[in-house]
């Protein structure tokens, strides 16, 4: 098929885990292609009104190749084919992961309620292209109402929960007063509540229907009712259409022009 290229990787390790406490701090970044439409504070208008019907999504996702430099790890990440006209749009949602209560079955509370279709895939490495189909009523997106549709591809998931540890305190300025309260068992003033935050993350994009299943399942059951899901999208977009009316002075005794350009496109104004 020509809907995706491939690039030699291991895609074995698919989860990545990051914890955070006031003691340390271990973190694993996912690299991805830079995304072209971008600019300063939040955005002004509805960038859903750019949507694209689900036929023409279909023929346009695409998974390029990202070379590694010295920035990035580089990898597969998904593009667009019409290029110029389109852009792939990053989703970034939020949802509560609820757990099992009495009065749901453990399928609905853990459920995520989406239907998938692979548009690209059936490779021994897992690589492809999967997007959503549908929204099942009942499920956790459906139920939170964010912002998820058909013809989205599911980037990455994330469980994010909250613990709970103790830890030591540093010792004090001679160094001996928090070290003889911990040998002589006071411990008071010696131990410390440590709220600890702890990220759980899938990545599954330019991944087959299969192995976009099997990641979305190595993510951990659900231990609380704190804990949250963070959902990365990739959606396709028409490029925003800006119209610049141009004005000659008076002297040249030319009539004022309209041009549209498209976002990111460079051209030059002047007049030729």
Request: charged letters at 20%.
């Given at each position: 098929?020509?809907?995706?290229?491939?690039?030699?990787?291991?895609?074995?390790?698919?989860?990545?885990?990051?914890?955070?406490?006031?003691?340390?701090?271990?973190?694993?970044?996912?690299?991805?292609?830079?995304?072209?439409?971008?600019?300063?504070?939040?955005?002004?208008?509805?960038?859903?009104?750019?949507?694209?019907?689900?036929?023409?999504?279909?023929?346009?996702?695409?998974?390029?190749?990202?070379?590694?430099?010295?920035?990035?790890?580089?990898?597969?990440?998904?593009?667009?084919?019409n290029n110029r006209e389109l852009f792939v749009d990053v989703v970034t949602v939020s949802l509560p992961r609820s757990s099992k209560s009495q009065s749901q079955s453990q399928s609905q509370s853990q459920s995520l309620g989406i239907g998938l279709v692979e548009l690209a895939g059936g490779r021994s490495d897992g690589i492809g292209i999967t997007v959503v189909s549908e929204l099942i009523e009942g499920g956790l997106v459906d139920a939170s109402?964010?912002?998820?549709?058909?013809?989205?591809?599911?980037?990455?998931?994330?469980?994010?929960?909250?613990?709970?540890?103790?830890?030591?305190?540093?010792?004090?300025?001679?160094?001996?007063?928090?070290?003889?309260?911990?040998?002589?068992?006071?411990?008071?003033?010696?131990?410390?509540?440590?709220?600890?935050?702890?990220?759980?993350?899938?990545?599954?994009?330019?991944?087959?229907?299969?192995?976009?299943?099997?990641?979305?399942?190595?993510?951990?059951?659900?231990?609380?009712?704190?804990?949250?899901?963070?959902?990365?999208?990739?959606?396709?977009?028409?490029?925003?259409?800006?119209?610049?009316?141009?004005?000659?002075?008076?002297?040249?005794?030319?009539?004022?022009?309209?041009?549209?350009?498209?976002?990111?496109?460079?051209?030059?104004?002047?007049?030729?």
């Open positions: 098929t020509n809907a995706f290229v491939v690039l030699p990787n291991n895609h074995n390790n698919i989860a990545t885990r990051t914890t955070r406490s006031n003691t340390r701090i271990t973190t694993s970044n996912l690299y991805e292609a830079p995304v072209t439409f971008a600019g300063t504070g939040p955005r002004q208008v509805d960038m859903n009104q750019y949507n694209l019907p689900l036929d023409v999504i279909e023929q346009q996702w695409i998974a390029n190749i990202v070379a590694k430099t010295v920035d990035t790890e580089g990898g597969i990440f998904l593009g667009v084919e109402g964010v912002d998820i549709m058909p013809g989205d591809s599911i980037s990455s998931i994330s469980v994010v929960r909250k613990n709970q540890s103790f830890v030591p305190t540093s010792t004090s300025s001679n160094g001996n007063d928090n070290n003889n309260d911990n040998n002589n068992g006071n411990g008071s003033g010696s131990m410390l509540l440590s709220d600890n935050q702890e990220t759980i993350t899938a990545r599954t994009e330019c991944l087959g229907y299969d192995a976009t299943v099997d990641a979305i399942r190595s993510l951990p059951p659900v231990q609380s009712n704190d804990e949250q899901l963070i959902i990365k999208v990739k959606r396709l977009r028409r490029k925003p259409i800006v119209t610049v009316n141009l004005k000659y002075p008076p002297s040249t005794k030319q009539e004022q022009q309209q041009q549209q350009l498209l976002q990111n496109n460079h051209r030059n104004l002047q007049h030729q």
